[in-house]
């Protein structure tokens, strides 16, 4: 079936190739005639009209040196007979192709004249001012606007402002374990996406370490309480793959120290640090290997097991041992004189768990591991059973007592002065005290909202900092209970938008949850739990009380900033809403769906009240990005196969179908990532979702763009020219699906995607935000202006490359890795 149509398609080319060719010696031999004949000055005067419908102004004239004199007018006027008025309409909206299949679909004895005539029509009436770019093989128009008068002239250069990590907001504990730290200096110690955060629990301020180029996995502090070792795991940005590694680095001074296996490792690894390092490669083998911390050269190395490994530390009591723990073992490693021996833990007659969650170790040197079954296990050294298994029988690692202590899982244990033991539930969410014999002593429970313990630090021996599995840090006490210091999604996050006048931002993701983050005081201000939909997309109104919230069922909310309570809901179609944009003047809201639909609804009582007051049609894909005119009265959309279209929303949301009338009109945002003013944010050869999201500064001076590769790009605006030049930014470990600025441009935040992570950053220098900066970009193209000489296409192709979280590496085309674990060697002499 498809050879067949690949057959008739090529027939008609070549019919259509043949009817052009005659169609050039009928006009020639006319021309000729013509000679001998007076022109008709009227069809030469109407023709130029159309010519200067669309593309010209209206005094401009075709000169007789043109290419289409008058006689060439009156020829095409000649030959366009009945189909002139069709003629007229498609030139002034560009649509050709449309005009073509018109014309053969009548099989018009003067079709292949017509063609010919609209080739060479429009050569002459859109010349100069349009330009082509191309994603994945599909053409798009940009009309140049009127102040640009040289396209090519124009230089593009990196805007003076630039962007500085100001606070991360999040915490990676639903997938990762042991790693939460409390330092003598008050800090708090975790990570989320590529960072490393370092919070003052007490003084509420952040300091980060960012020489990640990856999703860190595994975290650990040196015995002196200022090294620390954190491990990154695999991954890819674009086409370069980047090495899983450890970095050893000074937590005073954010300096790094060494940087260990990088090359070596084969995934993901996790950390630990000390005069020795010891380290879990996430690869198949789960190899185990010994570093010094100082030369950063391997030591020795041993293939662990092929089920999966959470844990390894060193013995204190005993620098040759090493413990490993996972999925249903227990390994006691012996190093000596670069070799490793291996003896396995024997459960005997206790049950023996599918994961042995974590381990360590007592005052007396036995080992504490808790497991899947809700026990606590203490391990010792048996002597040799020479009774049994005869003269060469060995010592061996049993089970001394086993302790019930949780409903579930036991996800972690954390040593106290002293000797006691505190230990983390997972099913039913308990913190316990044990006794140095572990009795238990006291025990809390903290609120479902925040998940299970995924681990503990101590801060004096009463207050306590708890990572949980829904990404929270929780500080408190026995007596007083917990409160979280750290919040965040759990999930994809996509919806994020600024408050018009203040500083606080809203987001929505996956999870169900929804946020109102304070952004001048770092913190959130209340989250609300959705009942079934999740939220993918938001927007302030412009009053500033209200905020809406498309979901992922075609429904929407507005909720009340200050009650929480839903005030107005609607739904449109049944598939999920992508834009959520209220009118400059707030007396719309337009939701763009799935569907390919743009809802237009009247809003009033400020924001409380919706009627339906059209729907704008005309998109053959699902709406991805819309922006309204200053005026109120138009809107700009973008859609899944890359189109640009216009609407007339006062009008009666009707499609403007000459998209060269828009080129002049001033837009109240612009995120939009196709239009003619952001063209440079696309690499050469970009494919079409490479680019998420981007965001307009408020003083129209710079453009922020959230990439598919984890990076944030900051570039002048406008940017129009191809391969503009940037400022770019790590710190995400996923897609970055959103990006915004604050009402007064002081600071951008970012979103990723399942990093589960919020950047925010501080815009410096430029002269400052706010608004009245719309000067200051059209001076900036208007310095550069002068003649448009030709038309320019750039083509753009390349295969989707889309870099996912490493927990959901199944969902990408590309293979990425996680990390596992290590743990250090005091600071004693390997033998």
Same mark, same amino acid.
């Given at each position: 079936?498809?050879e067949?149509?690949?057959?008739a398609?090529?027939?008609?080319?070549?019919?259509?190739?043949?009817?052009?060719?005659?169609?050039?010696?009928?006009?020639?031999?006319?021309?000729?005639?013509?000679?001998?004949?007076?022109?008709?000055?009227?069809a030469?005067?109407?023709?130029?009209?159309?010519?200067?419908?669309?593309?010209?102004?209206?005094?401009?004239?075709?000169s007789?040196?043109?290419?289409?004199?008058?006689?060439?007018?009156?020829?095409?006027?000649?030959?366009?007979?009945?189909?002139?008025?069709?003629?007229?309409?498609?030139?002034?909206?560009?649509?050709?192709?449309?005009m073509?299949?018109h014309?053969?679909?009548?099989?018009?004895?003067?079709?292949?004249?017509?063609?010919?005539?609209?080739?060479?029509?429009?050569?002459?009436?859109?010349?100069?001012?349009?330009?082509?770019?191309?994603?994945?093989?599909?053409?798009?128009?940009?009309?140049?606007?009127?102040?640009?008068?040289n396209?090519?002239?124009?230089?593009?250069?990196?805007?003076?402002?630039?962007?500085?990590?100001?606070?991360?907001?999040?915490?990676?504990?639903?997938?990762?374990?042991?790693?939460?730290?409390?330092?003598?200096?008050?800090?708090?110690?975790?990570?989320?996406a590529?960072?490393?955060?370092?919070?003052?629990?007490?003084?509420?301020?952040?300091?980060?370490?960012?020489k990640?180029t990856?999703?860190?996995?595994?975290?650990?502090?040196?015995?002196?309480?200022?090294?620390?070792?954190?491990?990154?795991?695999?991954?890819?940005?674009k086409?370069?793959?980047?090495?899983?590694?450890?970095?050893?680095?000074?937590?005073?001074?954010?300096?790094?120290?060494?940087?260990?296996?990088?090359?070596?490792f084969q995934?993901?690894?996790?950390?630990?640090?000390?005069?020795?390092?010891?380290?879990?490669?996430?690869?198949?083998?789960?190899?185990?290997?010994v570093?010094?911390?100082?030369?950063?050269?391997?030591?020795?190395?041993?293939?662990?097991?092929?089920?999966?490994v959470?844990?390894?530390?060193?013995?204190?009591?005993?620098?040759? &041992? =090493?413990? +490993?723990? #996972? *999925? $249903?073992?227990?390994?006691?490693? !012996? %190093?000596?004189? /670069?070799?490793?021996?291996?003896? @396995?833990g024997?459960?005997?007659?206790?049950?023996?768990?599918?994961?042995?969650?974590?381990?360590v170790?007592?005052?007396?040197?036995?080992?504490?591991?808790?497991?899947?079954?809700? &026990? =606590?296990? +203490?391990? #010792? *050294? $048996?002597?040799a059973?020479?009774? !049994? %298994?005869?003269? /060469?029988?060995?010592?061996?690692? @049993?089970?001394?007592r086993?302790?019930?202590?949780?409903?579930?899982?036991?996800?972690?244990?954390?040593?106290?002065q002293?000797?006691?033991l505190?230990?983390?539930?997972?099913?039913?969410?308990?913190?316990?005290?044990?006794?140095?014999?572990?009795?238990?002593?006291?025990?809390?429970?903290i609120?479902?909202?925040?998940?299970a313990?995924?681990?503990?630090?101590?801060?004096?021996?009463?207050e306590?900092?708890?990572?949980?599995?829904?990404?929270?840090?929780?500080?408190?006490?026995?007596?007083d209970?917990?409160?979280?210091?750290?919040?965040?999604?759990?999930?994809?996050?996509?919806?994020?938008?600024?408050?018009?006048?203040?500083?606080?931002?809203?987001?929505?993701?996956?999870d169900?949850?929804?946020?109102l983050w304070?952004?001048?005081?770092?913190?959130?201000?209340w989250?609300?739990?959705?009942e079934?939909?999740?939220?993918?997309c938001?927007?302030?109104?412009?009053v500033?009380?209200?905020v809406?919230?498309?979901?992922?069922?075609?429904?929407?909310?507005?909720?009340?900033?200050?009650?929480?309570?839903?005030i107005?809901?609607?739904?449109?179609?049944?598939e999920?809403?992508?834009?959520?944009?209220?009118?400059?003047?707030?007396?719309?809201?337009?939701?763009?769906?799935?569907?390919?639909?743009?809802?237009?609804?009247?809003?009033?009582?400020?924001?409380?009240?919706y009627?339906?007051?059209?729907?704008?049609?005309?998109?053959?894909?699902?709406?991805?990005?819309?922006?309204?005119?200053?005026?109120?009265?138009?809107?700009?959309?973008?859609?899944?196969?890359?189109?640009?279209?216009?609407?007339?929303?006062?009008?009666?949301?009707?499609l403007?179908?000459?998209?060269?009338?828009?080129?002049?009109?001033?837009?109240?945002?612009?995120?939009?990532?196709?239009?003619?003013?952001?063209?440079?944010?696309?690499?050469?050869?970009?494919?079409?979702?490479?680019?998420?999201?981007?965001?307009r500064?408020?003083?129209?001076?710079?453009?922020a763009?959230?990439?598919?590769?984890c990076?944030?790009?900051?570039?002048?605006?406008?940017?129009?020219k191809?391969?503009?030049?940037?400022?770019?930014?790590?710190?995400?470990?996923?897609?970055?699906?959103n990006?915004?600025?604050t009402?007064?441009?002081?600071?951008l935040?970012s979103?990723?995607?399942?990093?589960?992570?919020?950047?925010q950053?501080?815009?410096?220098?430029?002269?400052?935000?706010?608004?009245?900066?719309?000067?200051?970009?059209?001076e900036?193209?208007?310095?550069?202006?002068?003649?448009?000489?030709?038309?320019?296409?750039?083509?753009?192709?390349?295969?989707?490359?889309?870099?996912?979280?490493?927990?959901?590496?199944?969902?990408?085309?590309?293979?990425?890795?996680?990390?596992?674990?290590?743990?250090?060697?005091?600071?004693?002499?390997?033998?």
């Amino acid at each position: 079936m498809m050879e067949v149509r690949l057959q008739a398609q090529e027939d008609e080319i070549t019919l259509l190739k043949s009817s052009l060719a005659d169609a050039l010696r009928r006009i020639r031999l006319h021309d000729h005639q013509l000679s001998f004949h007076p022109v008709n000055p009227g069809a030469a005067r109407v023709l130029n009209q159309v010519c200067c419908s669309d593309g010209c102004t209206s005094n401009r004239k075709l000169s007789s040196s043109s290419a289409f004199d008058g006689r060439a007018n009156c020829t095409m006027a000649f030959f366009l007979g009945d189909h002139f008025s069709i003629f007229m309409t498609y030139i002034r909206n560009s649509l050709i192709i449309e005009m073509i299949l018109h014309i053969k679909a009548h099989e018009n004895r003067n079709a292949c004249k017509i063609v010919n005539v609209i080739y060479v029509l429009c050569s002459v009436s859109l010349a100069g001012h349009s330009i082509k770019m191309f994603i994945r093989g599909r053409p798009i128009t940009m009309y140049i606007p009127s102040n640009i008068q040289n396209y090519e002239d124009l230089k593009m250069e990196p805007p003076s402002e630039r962007l500085e990590l100001d606070w991360v907001y999040g915490y990676r504990g639903r997938d990762c374990r042991a790693n939460l730290y409390f330092l003598p200096t008050g800090e708090a110690v975790y990570f989320i996406a590529c960072v490393v955060v370092l919070y003052h629990i007490n003084n509420r301020t952040q300091r980060h370490y960012r020489k990640h180029t990856d999703c860190v996995r595994c975290l650990t502090i040196h015995p002196d309480k200022v090294r620390i070792a954190s491990g990154q795991t695999a991954g890819v940005d674009k086409d370069k793959p980047l090495l899983p590694c450890v970095h050893i680095w000074d937590s005073t001074t954010l300096v790094t120290l060494q940087q260990i296996g990088l090359g070596t490792f084969q995934r993901g690894v996790g950390s630990d640090s000390g005069t020795f390092l010891c380290v879990i490669d996430d690869s198949n083998e789960h190899m185990l290997s010994v570093w010094d911390c100082n030369k950063g050269t391997k030591h020795a190395e041993v293939k662990t097991t092929n089920e999966a490994v959470f844990s390894v530390d060193f013995n204190p009591s005993d620098s040759a &041992n =090493i413990i +490993t723990c #996972g *999925k $249903s073992h227990v390994y006691f490693w !012996t %190093l000596s004189t /670069g070799q490793f021996t291996k003896k @396995q833990g024997i459960f005997g007659k206790y049950k023996k768990p599918k994961f042995i969650q974590c381990f360590v170790f007592s005052l007396t040197g036995d080992v504490l591991t808790g497991d899947s079954e809700g &026990n =606590i296990l +203490t391990w #010792g *050294k $048996s002597a040799a059973d020479v009774k !049994t %298994l005869g003269k /060469g029988a060995k010592e061996t690692f @049993q089970i001394m007592r086993q302790t019930r202590a949780h409903e579930g899982s036991v996800f972690t244990l954390c040593n106290l002065q002293g000797g006691a033991l505190l230990s983390g539930g997972g099913k039913d969410r308990k913190i316990i005290r044990w006794s140095a014999d572990l009795a238990p002593e006291r025990e809390c429970e903290i609120p479902e909202k925040y998940g299970a313990v995924r681990t503990l630090a101590d801060v004096d021996g009463e207050e306590l900092l708890v990572g949980t599995t829904r990404n929270a840090i929780l500080r408190g006490t026995f007596s007083d209970g917990f409160v979280a210091i750290v919040q965040g999604h759990v999930d994809e996050m996509w919806g994020l938008a600024t408050h018009p006048s203040q500083n606080v931002f809203f987001t929505c993701g996956n999870d169900k949850q929804v946020f109102l983050w304070n952004a001048e005081e770092h913190k959130m201000d209340w989250c609300t739990t959705l009942e079934v939909e999740y939220g993918l997309c938001a927007d302030f109104s412009p009053v500033g009380s209200v905020v809406s919230v498309g979901l992922s069922t075609g429904r929407w909310l507005v909720l009340d900033l200050f009650t929480r309570e839903v005030i107005s809901e609607s739904t449109d179609g049944n598939e999920q809403l992508s834009v959520m944009r209220y009118s400059p003047d707030g007396s719309f809201l337009a939701v763009g769906s799935h569907d390919n639909f743009i809802y237009i609804y009247s809003v009033t009582e400020s924001g409380r009240r919706y009627t339906r007051f059209g729907r704008c049609n005309g998109h053959s894909s699902f709406i991805t990005h819309l922006d309204w005119s200053k005026d109120g009265k138009y809107i700009m959309s973008n859609s899944g196969d890359y189109e640009i279209l216009y609407w007339d929303i006062a009008g009666g949301c009707k499609l403007l179908r000459n998209r060269f009338e828009s080129k002049d009109r001033e837009w109240a945002s612009y995120t939009c990532v196709l239009g003619f003013h952001v063209m440079g944010v696309w690499l050469e050869g970009s494919d079409g979702t490479d680019i998420n999201a981007l965001c307009r500064s408020h003083s129209e001076r710079v453009v922020a763009v959230a990439d598919d590769f984890c990076k944030v790009h900051l570039f002048q605006y406008p940017c129009p020219k191809l391969k503009a030049p940037s400022h770019r930014y790590e710190g995400h470990g996923s897609h970055v699906t959103n990006v915004c600025f604050t009402h007064s441009d002081s600071h951008l935040l970012s979103m990723g995607g399942k990093d589960t992570c919020i950047l925010q950053w501080k815009v410096m220098g430029g002269g400052g935000g706010g608004g009245g900066g719309v000067g200051d970009s059209r001076e900036r193209v208007n310095r550069r202006t002068v003649t448009l000489r030709r038309r320019l296409s750039v083509p753009f192709a390349v295969p989707l490359r889309r870099q996912f979280h490493p927990d959901h590496a199944e969902e990408s085309t590309l293979t990425l890795h996680s990390c596992t674990c290590v743990r250090s060697l005091r600071n004693r002499t390997v033998r």
